[in-house]
């Protein structure tokens, strides 16, 4: 029998997934695993997959690929995430080198698939969806020191058209209130000050304990942990995105006051098309919530451009949405077709050539809108959390409350200072479209 001791892991994708690694990791380190920094060093590699587009897939088969000569020097190979799971069995086809293919839903019972690794079994999956557990461990093995994420809930129970998730990490699963108020205590104890509260969809959090809170009640108790001074989360759903969550960060300052609140469309017909369950002028009024809100909420946005069908006219309303929201940042991206998607049932696709050229379009629109939006910052003082220091520039790197990356110079400047961790005022002198900069005010 051969243990497998070192072992390397890469994440692609969403922060879910990258908080699963956190999780995961934790757990190998438990089985007596220790983590290496390159999967050259490594006996056991894992590769925690994403699946949401067409070229992060083809990234991990590429990936394995590379290494496949090291399957022949004794290296085990682990396929984890949406990948695994929407391909299943198939990747023992594609790379035969793979021994472990585990899908998200199936984590909790990674310690009894290392087992079996360990004795000699060469394909091992964990690929069932019928689930109602969540994948919680307090053995996650976090990297960043004043930051934490927090998974609410897993998976999702809407059809979006285009999106593999529902088939990739199965039907919603909330946590009980008691066990997320419970980590983010433990969490401020062991020093963290920022919270990020992960799900597919938070809105639809559901305490299945008999406390029965949603999400609202949820974000805004933990935003009274003691130690705890932000809390974000993400992501959300237009639908399911109520009045209450703006009330509650009017609130509680240590609230973020930053929503990113996806859209994907500015068009009804083409959000119908996609299955968001919300027209236009829901998505507007919720944006009205904020912009009436006491504080100053970012907000951010994820954008679809070329879904099947999509028309000059309908990509017009996109651009005119951009418009009327003024966002502080988007993510857009090409439709890329996915496997047992409704959408690929759909007639009538864009172009890959058009899809660029409007993709071009409403990032120039965006970048515009990103200058005069961040140049209302000049002048202004922000708290800081402070994340880095970059050698090259002298500046520290800070983050606002609205999740704006602020980089400063302290002129009073100790060389010993360390402020990383630390909250810190900033006078606002520049401003870019990604970016400001400016000093600190003590
Ligand atoms: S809400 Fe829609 S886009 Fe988001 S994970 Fe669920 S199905 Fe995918």
Redo the contacts with the bound molecule.
């Keep these: 029998m051969r243990v497998v001791k070192t072992f390397y892991i890469e994440t692609f994708g969403c922060q879910m997934n990258v908080h699963d690694s956190e999780k995961v990791i934790g757990t190998l380190i438990a089985q007596g695993y220790s983590q290496v920094a390159t999967p050259e060093e490594a006996e056991l590699v894992f590769y925690n997959t994403c699946s949401i587009r067409d070229k992060a897939e083809q990234k991990v088969f590429s990936r394995l690929q590379q290494f496949k000569k090291e399957h022949g020097r004794g290296k085990t190979f682990a396929v984890l995430g949406c990948v695994a799971q929407q391909e299943g069995e198939k990747i023992f086809a594609k790379a035969p080198h793979v021994s472990l293919v585990c899908g998200s839903a199936s984590y909790n019972q990674l310690p009894e698939m290392l087992v079996q690794l360990e004795t000699g079994n060469r394909r091992v999956t964990g690929l069932s969806l019928d689930t109602e557990d969540t994948f919680d461990t307090p053995l996650t093995r976090r990297d960043n020191p004043h930051r934490a994420y927090i998974t609410i809930i897993e998976g ?1 129970d ?3 058209a285009y ?1 593999v ?2 088939f990739t990490r199965g039907p919603e699963r909330s946590r009980t209130s008691a066990s997320v108020i419970s980590e983010a205590r433990k969490l401020a104890s062991a020093g963290y000050s920022e919270i990020q509260l992960l799900g ?2 938070v809105n639809s959090y559901r305490d299945p304990s008999p406390a029965g809170w949603d999400f609202t009640t949820l974000l805004a108790n933990v935003g009274r942990t003691p130690g705890i001074r932000r809390v974000r989360f993400t ?1 959300s ?1 237009p639908r399911d995105f109520v009045q209450g969550i703006i009330d509650a960060i009017d609130e509680n300052l240590a609230l973020c006051n930053h929503v990113h609140l ?1 859209v994907q469309s500015g068009s009804t017909r083409v959000l119908e098309a996609m299955q ?1 369950l919300y027209t236009r002028d829901d998505y507007m009024r919720r944006i009205d919530w904020m912009k009436k809100a006491r504080r100053d909420i970012a907000i951010t946005t994820d954008v679809i451009v070329g879904f099947p069908g999509e028309t000059e006219a309908d990509f017009e309303a996109t651009l005119a949405l951009l418009d009327a929201v003024e966002y502080d940042s988007i993510f857009s991206f090409k439709y890329s077709r996915r496997p047992n998607t409704p959408a690929l049932a759909l007639g009538d696709q864009v172009p890959e050539e058009e899809k660029g050229r409007r993709l071009t379009i409403l990032q120039e629109r965006q970048r515009a809108i990103q200058v005069r939006r961040n140049a209302t910052y000049l002048g202004r003082v922000e708290e800081c959390l402070v994340e880095g220091f970059n050698k090259a520039t002298g500046q520290w790197i800070g983050r606002t409350s609205q999740n704006k990356t602020l980089n400063f110079i302290r002129p009073t400047a100790d060389p010993v200072d360390n402020l990383l961790g630390t909250y810190v005022e900033v006078r606002v002198t520049r401003t870019g479209p990604n970016s400001l900069a400016g000093e600190s005010v003590h």
């Design positions: 999702c809407k059809s979006c999106c998730v529902p597919q969809n992501t759903h996806p968001r």
